[in-house]
């Protein structure tokens, strides 16, 4: 079947956060939203879902549990059983109950910076302490500061490490080595290990992704998984995700929070959402991947000729671009006014995720290539009144 990824669908109207936040003069290229229909087989999944008229109270069925056994298995290479999985009503409440579950006041998160800015958010409302682990960036490219993170870890008060895996926004997919590294530096010191792996399965040819328990379980050391599929079929707008991991004491806990917390299973529709797009979604998945891909070229190309100032780092998974605008001598911040008051372009400004981030913005490229042409040539005519102003 084909896949018509250059259709534009007029957003605006529905309530949409990106497209009805603002005036109409404006292009949002910011959330991690995309501008594409989603699968098929999940629309029509849903429709008969709808159809029968009824939603009532109902349970977790059993093909849920299966959907995402035979996800994990073909997509992820990592075989687990149903007694590994625990249903969640959407990623960040989910990650917001394990931090609640595993963490007391004084206790300190590391977090890697720049990384997803809600990370800031929930471990402020949840009122922990927070130490950042930077990632180094040298010559276009982000590593680990493993000697940084040993010495945070060290520190008694440090009890979890959030991990991005895939990392939002800088597009690294890590390494096996550098996923056993960070785990025998955990290990060593009982950092237990959050990794949420939300963009797991946007990941580019040359480039796998590992899940982190599949390597913390050859070590002494609490580890759990997060996944969805809202960022890989576009369902931000029914929430839903799932906690993996083989200790099952563990996962009793953050149910036992869940419960707490009111919020113990995901919506019907969402769970219908799930099972269709993991049970057969992965055609349209892969045509996505491959047309994100070609935006990513595009936008790589246009950059090198008409906007040389900006380095685009190397993507290696997610749809979201970070660049590299540290030549234009301009902050982030001042940047992303610039682009949005004159250019009407909304991108993220890179102190979003971060001191780490200055100098940097992101751009979602998860739209019709019409779309991220008009997008592109805002950016350049945004670059050219920054530079005539010098």
Request: hydrophobic letters at 40%; glycine letters at 6%; proline letters at 5%.
């Amino acid at each position: 079947m084909k896949y018509n990824f250059d259709e534009i669908i007029e957003r605006r109207g529905t309530h949409s956060i990106k497209w009805d936040a603002v005036d109409e003069a404006i292009l949002p290229m910011w959330v991690a939203d995309m501008d594409f229909k989603t699968a098929p087989e999940i629309t029509d999944a849903l429709s008969k879902k709808i159809a029968q008229g009824i939603f009532g109270y109902s349970s977790i069925p059993a093909e849920f549990y299966d959907a995402v056994i035979d996800w994990w298995k073909s997509v992820h290479r990592y075989p687990i059983k149903k007694n590994h999985i625990l249903p969640g009503p959407g990623m960040i409440p989910t990650l917001s109950a394990i931090l609640r579950t595993f963490i007391k006041s004084g206790d300190t998160i590391i977090i890697q910076p720049p990384v997803y800015n809600h990370f800031y958010h929930f471990i402020e409302n949840c009122g922990f302490g927070m130490s950042e682990n930077n990632l180094v960036y040298k010559d276009g490219h982000y590593q680990i500061d493993f000697d940084d993170l040993e010495l945070i870890a060290s520190d008694p008060k440090s009890k979890l490490l959030l991990l991005c895996n895939p990392h939002n926004p800088v597009g690294r997919v890590w390494k096996r080595s550098e996923l056993e590294r960070i785990a025998e530096i955990c290990s060593r010191h009982q950092v237990m290990v959050i990794s949420d792996e939300m963009h797991a399965d946007i990941v580019y040819e040359g480039h796998q992704h590992i899940p982190f328990i599949s390597v913390a379980e050859r070590y002494n050391l609490k580890a759990v998984t997060c996944g969805s599929p809202c960022k890989t079929f576009n369902l931000a707008g029914l929430p839903i995700s799932y906690v993996i991991s083989k200790n099952e004491e563990i996962l009793s806990k953050i149910q036992r929070t869940f419960e707490i917390q009111e919020s113990g299973y995901p919506n019907s529709i969402a769970v219908t959402a799930l099972i269709a797009a993991y049970k057969n979604g992965a055609g349209w998945m892969e045509a996505m991947k491959d047309y994100l891909y070609q935006n990513l070229q595009y936008l790589k190309n246009y950059i090198d000729n008409n906007v040389p100032d900006i380095k685009v780092i190397p993507l290696e998974a997610t749809y979201l671009v970070w660049l590299d605008c540290h030549s234009l001598n301009t902050s982030s911040e001042v940047l992303y006014k610039i682009l949005l008051e004159e250019e009407k372009l909304w991108v993220n400004p890179g102190t979003m995720y971060g001191e780490a981030g200055e100098g940097f913005l992101r751009i979602n490229i998860g739209c019709p290539r019409e779309i991220l042409s008009d997008g592109l040539n805002r950016l350049k005519n945004a670059v050219s009144k920054i530079k005539n102003a010098y």
